[in-house]
């Protein structure tokens, strides 16, 4: 985890300090003078740790943004849609996609597992390493006869942090392939690897 990482990395940075800073130090002095370095000193330490710390923690978090898991939460709205014809065309999405005939990418192998007014899940299947993800699509009908969608994408695979964007583009895909219009309210906080994600491939 990023937070017992933090730990190791600030008692190194601590020793190292330590070290430096004692080496700096003279073997003789007066009690004047040892108030003054020991003042220095401490000084000179926490200023240094925390400048590592913020560096090191800087570099994490611009390796990193995102889940600790391997997933993608995400808001699809359309509002020239009903919530039926939405789950419709999902459903006809995931049965364009389900075929095994991946091409060089993977926008394939797509299965529904469950269906219902409210609710649409389904697992998306890796061609090659045949990772699986689980995806659900929660419906909400809008005021103004649209349709909210909130949808999820998850590695079953405990272990996965990174994902290149896939669990992105599992819901990207089959959202796009309903032909129906919508717009997309996804974060990198909220989605692995977002940025980066090539959807016309994963």
Same mark, same amino acid.
């Given at each position: 985890r990023i937070s017992d990482i933090m730990r190791v990395i600030l008692a190194v940075v601590l020793a190292l300090a330590l070290a430096s800073a004692c080496?700096?130090?003279?073997l003789e002095l007066?009690?004047?003078?040892?108030k003054q370095a020991a003042s220095k000193f401490f000084g000179?330490?926490?200023?240094?740790?925390m400048? &590592?710390?913020?560096?090191?923690?800087? !570099?994490?978090?611009?390796?990193?943004? #995102?889940?600790?898991?391997?997933?993608?939460k995400l808001t699809a709205t359309f509002e020239q849609s009903s919530c039926a014809d939405v789950n419709q065309g999902l459903v006809?999405?995931?049965?364009?996609?389900?075929?095994?005939?991946c091409g060089t990418g993977e926008k394939c192998l797509y299965s529904l597992t469950n269906d219902s007014q409210t609710e649409l899940t389904a697992i998306h299947e890796t061609p090659a390493k045949h990772y699986k993800d689980?995806?659900?699509?929660?419906?909400?009908e809008s005021t103004n006869g649209g349709c909210s969608v909130q &949808?999820?994408?998850?590695?079953?695979? !405990?272990?996965?942090?990174?994902?290149? #964007?896939?669990?992105y583009c599992n819901l990207h895909n089959l959202l796009e392939q309903t032909g129906?219009?919508?717009?997309e309210d996804v974060s990198a906080s909220y989605c692995t690897q977002v940025k980066s994600a090539d959807c016309s491939k994963y």
């Open positions: 080496s700096a130090v003279p007066d009690a004047t003078q040892a000179n330490l926490a200023d240094n740790t400048t &590592a710390v913020n560096g090191i923690a800087q !570099k994490i978090n611009n390796f990193h943004m #995102g889940p600790l898991h391997a997933s993608c006809q999405a995931i049965k364009a996609l389900s075929g095994s005939d689980d995806l659900t699509f929660d419906f909400s &949808a999820k994408s998850s590695s079953e695979t !405990k272990y996965a942090v990174l994902d290149y #964007g896939t669990n129906l219009q919508y717009t």
